[in-house]
């Protein structure tokens, strides 16, 4: 099971879990009303796997890519550790399947606290279109993830304050609406 918790507050380093204690646990239920939605998966047939061509086709993830990022292989690396971690949304869903590696995704929930989701490899998660979040590579400092998309992927992040699009407002709204 994937494993996720609200976190402190401290400025220690990002990579570090900064898992808070006395917060309250954090499950698949949870993250559903934030409309998180997850998947365990065998990262070791990705490139043959019934069991995601069905999601993918269920869900018309048309389009997939592989990021590998670690100092060596990502070019402008330090740039981009430092943008996936600036709070932003998309106005798309942000897909991603870990094949190897780790890293932490990061999601506020209904009450603007950070929830920390730990991904590992099988491990495969949806965040909806105009949910703040960011995302950063833990102590491992690797990870390889498939990036997966509706049609021509967009990547571009919009960092808070970022209330005023579309997706923003509608995504503010499906969370009135869950429990
Ligand atoms: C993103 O958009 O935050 C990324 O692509 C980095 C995370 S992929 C494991
Ligand atoms: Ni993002």
Redesign the pocket.
Known sequence: MVEAWYMDESPEDQRKPHRLESGRPVDLELLGQLGVFYWKLDADKYENDPELEKIRRERSYSWMDI?T?CKDKLPNYEEKIKM?YEEHLHLDD?I?Y?LDGS?YFDVRDKEDKWIRISMEKGDMITLPAGIYHR?TLDEKNY?K?M?LFVGEPV?TPYNRPADHFDAREQYVKFLTQTA
């Open positions: 990021i990022i996936f942000e991603r870990i890293g995302f990870v993830a990036r990547w």
